[in-house]
């Protein structure tokens, strides 16, 4: 499996794209400022085609560039439905702060939105994704995990968005953020998982479950739990 990114914008928001080896289609996932003309120039360098954007949450700084990369390839968002009503009205999520930042940028919703549940298992370019609803940073965030066969095995790979970074976890102090929530998320959703499972984080670098178990000074006490 091809798993690659790239921090974009004001933001160093990671933006990932997941391919099978060899596939001609692909899915992005968390296009954010910025973000879509390096897309675009990766996608055409290695023929590609995205055949959907997933969003972890609905924070400007991860959805800024949807609504271009959807139009551009008649493709859907999927984005859980507590989140979505910041892809056009994103200041609601953020707070007054980012309103000097936008100036008169204007945020539409793309012309196909699919709604995101806890549980769910998406059939995307060849993959199968299944998303954990893991709300505390805002209250529709999810992490979204599959797997990719390698020469060792296979190989658990978890896209955390806020939720999760290395050494850190998500602030809780913007609209629909709630700390102790966020804590129960990551223990029932992603403290669960196997050691070895690769996070890739919404910034910064990546990291394992097993690292952020033995290092992470927010997790100090924190079980898994189902």
């Known amino acids: 499996m091809l798993v690659t990114g790239f921090p974009a914008g004001a933001f160093q928001t990671n933006c990932y794209i997941l391919a099978k080896d060899g596939a001609s ?38 959805t800024w560039s949807v609504e271009p990369v959807c139009e551009k390839f008649g493709i859907p968002a999927y ?21 000097a930042m936008l100036g008169d940028a204007e945020f539409h919703e793309p012309r196909e939105v699919i709604e995101l549940a806890d549980g769910d298992v998406l059939e995307l370019a060849g993959m199968s994704i299944t998303v954990d609803h893991t709300p505390g940073h805002t209250q529709g965030s999810v992490v979204l995990r599959t797997v990719a066969e390698t020469d060792d095995g296979p190989v658990q790979i978890a896209l955390t968005g806020d939720t999760l970074f290395s050494g850190s976890i998500g602030r809780s102090d913007l609209p629909g953020g709630d700390h102790e929530q966020l804590l129960r998320s990551i223990a029932a ?18 990291t394992s479950i097993g690292q952020e178990r033995a290092s992470n000074p927010f997790l100090v006490g924190l079980a898994g739990s189902k």
């Open 25 to 62: 289609e692909c899915i992005v996932v968390d296009p954010g400022q910025n973000a879509a003309e390096p897309l675009f120039e990766f996608l055409a360098q290695s023929s590609l085609t995205p055949t959907a954007v997933l969003l972890t949450h609905g924070h400007l700084d991860h």
């Open 189 to 206: 959703k992603l403290l669960v998982l196997a050691d070895d499972t690769a996070v890739l984080p919404g910034h910064g670098g990546s």
């Open 79 to 99: 984005i859980h439905p507590e989140d979505r009503y910041m892809l056009s009205d994103p200041l609601r999520g953020t707070g007054p702060a980012l309103a």
